[in-house]
C-alpha cells in the first residue's frame, strides 16, 4: 500500500483546497521542486501531482513547475500527474518530461474516445481520475456534477484498458474527515485493476483502515494532502503503518 503525497499547483505554488474550491486555496510552498526533495526524503515512493489552473482551463498551465518536480523527482520517484490534459500531443510531451503515469479525469468522462485512444497509444501510462459525491461523478475541477454512475464509468475505463483508477470523495476531499471506505470498496470489488483512494487521510487510523478494509480487494495506495502539509500525518509513518498493516513490514 502506497501512501502517495500530493502536491497540487496553482499559479505555480504548491497549495491545498477545501473540496476543489480554488478560492479556499491555501499555500503551503512557492518552490514545487523543494516541496518534491521533502517527500522523497520523507520517503515517497510515488508523488500525485495536479495542475489546478489546467484542470481549470482545460488545458496545461504548470508546465515550468511540472518539470522542476520531475527533475527533482529523479529517476526513483514515479510521477503521476493529472489536470487539463486533453490531447495525445499533451501527454507525449509530459511523458518525455518524465512523468511517469499522465490522469485523465474530465477529458475521460467527456470524451471517452480520447481515453481509449491514450490507453492504446500509452499501455501501462494512464490512469483514470474519477471524482463523485454521493456515487455519481463530477467533471471540470469538481464545479459540474453528470448523471453517471462511478461503478458503470469505472467498469468502461477499465475495458479501455487504463492502468488503475484514482477515486476521490469529493466530499471529504481537503477535509480530513477520513477516507469514505464504503465507496471505495463498493467500487474496488466492480472492477479488476487497482484503485487508488483519495479524500480525507487524516490519521494513522485511517492508514490501517485503508490497509486492512481495502488493500486485500485491490486498492494500492492511498493520496495524501492536507493532513501531511499541517502535520496531522507523518509520512514515514504513514508508509511504515501502511508495510505494517500490508504485512510487508
Not at 485512444?117 to 471540470?140: M, N, Q, S, T
Request: charged share 25%; aromatic share 4%; with cysteine.
Amino acid at each position: 500500500m502506497l501512501i502517495i503525497p500530493a502536491i497540487d499547483l496553482k499559479d505555480g505554488h504548491c497549495v491545498r483546497l477545501k473540496q476543489g474550491d480554488m478560492k479556499t486555496a491555501t499555500v503551503f510552498s512557492d518552490d514545487p521542486g523543494a516541496m518534491t526533495k521533502h517527500w522523497a526524503a520523507q520517503g515517497a515512493r510515488r508523488l500525485h501531482v495536479v495542475d489546478l489552473n489546467g484542470a481549470a482551463a482545460g488545458r496545461p498551465k504548470n508546465e515550468k513547475s511540472i518539470r522542476a518536480i520531475v527533475k527533482a523527482a529523479g529517476d526513483g520517484l514515479p510521477v503521476q500527474l493529472g489536470g487539463g490534459i486533453r490531447d495525445l500531443d499533451t501527454i507525449e510531451t509530459y511523458m518525455d518530461a518524465g512523468v511517469t503515469y499522465i490522469v485523465i479525469g474530465t477529458a475521460a468522462v467527456k470524451n471517452p474516445g480520447f481515453l481509449s485512444d491514450a490507453c492504446y497509444a500509452f499501455p501501462g501510462h494512464i490512469v483514470a481520475g474519477l471524482d463523485a459525491r454521493d456515487g455519481k461523478v463530477a467533471v471540470e475541477g469538481w464545479s459540474k456534477m453528470t448523471g453517471h454512475d462511478v461503478i458503470d464509468l469505472a467498469k468502461k475505463f477499465e475495458d479501455y484498458g487504463v492502468e488503475a483508477l484514482i477515486y476521490t470523495d469529493i466530499g471529504r476531499d481537503g477535509m480530513m474527515s477520513g477516507v469514505n471506505i464504503e465507496a471505495t470498496l463498493k467500487l474496488a470489488q466492480a472492477i479488476k485493476i487497482p484503485v487508488i483512494a483519495s479524500g480525507g487521510l487524516n490519521s494513522l487510523k485511517d492508514v490501517e483502515a485503508v490497509c486492512t478494509q481495502l488493500g486485500p480487494e485491490g486498492v494500492i495506495g492511498a493520496i495524501a494532502g492536507r493532513a501531511l502539509y499541517e502535520g496531522k500525518l507523518d509520512l514515514k509513518q504513514a508508509q511504515a503503518a501502511a508495510d505494517k498493516a500490508s504485512g510487508k513490514a
